[in-house]
């Protein structure tokens, strides 16, 4: 129960910092984003591995540092933090009056399985793998992918890398609904691809 807890804070400040530094205008909402999961990592890793996204979470049952007994709870665990940040960001600044615009399918489609991919290949070789174990740098590694592609590929998807980010966003009206297929198909195909290329490169160890 702890470790489940644990996530759901994680994602809920991760999915909070998101809603909140966008709807604010903030020009650096990609450093915050970042800075708000890495320390998140540092502050709760140790107890449940610190993926408060469940393309991570897919990735890391996938590599064998998951049990299938705590991947469905680690998913509920997100995607109701996604959901309470997004009722928070709401009762406190309220949703946009503008409707928000329309992405392009196959574009987000593309941006969102590559950096997903990144996203979860960084967490499996600096979090998981036996070459890195002990190091005290995985969540700056991990917190500034998620900078990378904010600021690359934002514009192009909205930059969720994470389904529980995108049922939040989604409920706080930043992204249109259409949305919210492309952010849980994609995501977790890229969680997925990125535990079959590191089993291909370093084994089960």
Same mark, same amino acid.
């Given at each position: 129960m702890k470790k489940y807890l644990v996530e759901?804070? #994680?994602t809920f400040f991760l999915v909070a910092t998101v809603g909140f530094s966008? %709807?604010?205008g903030s020009s650096l909402a990609p450093i915050a984003i970042g800075g708000v999961l890495m320390v998140m990592i540092f502050a709760g890793g140790h107890v449940s591995g610190g993926h408060y996204n469940p393309a991570v979470s897919l990735a890391a049952f996938i590599r064998g %540092?998951?049990?299938g007994g705590d991947l469905i709870?680690?998913?509920l665990a997100q995607l109701a933090a996604g959901a @309470? /940040? @997004?009722l928070v960001v709401n009762s406190v600044v309220g949703k946009p009056v503008a409707t928000p615009g329309s992405f392009l399918l196959v574009p987000s489609i593309v941006v969102e399985v590559l950096f997903t991919f990144a996203l979860a290949w960084t967490v499996l070789n600096t979090a998981t793998a036996k #070459?890195?174990? #002990?190091n005290s740098f995985y969540g700056l590694a991990i917190g500034f992918t998620v900078v990378a592609g904010a600021i690359s590929v934002g514009g192009i998807s909205g930059g969720a890398f994470n389904p529980a980010v995108g049922v939040g966003v989604t409920m706080m009206s930043l992204v249109p609904t259409s949305q919210l297929p492309v952010y849980v198909g994609a995501d977790l195909a890229g969680g997925a691809l990125a535990a079959v /290329?590191?089993?291909f490169v370093n084994g089960k160890e």
């Open positions: 759901f804070i #994680g966008v %709807r604010n %540092r998951l049990s709870p680690y998913w @309470a /940040a @997004a #070459g890195t174990q #002990g /290329a590191y089993l």
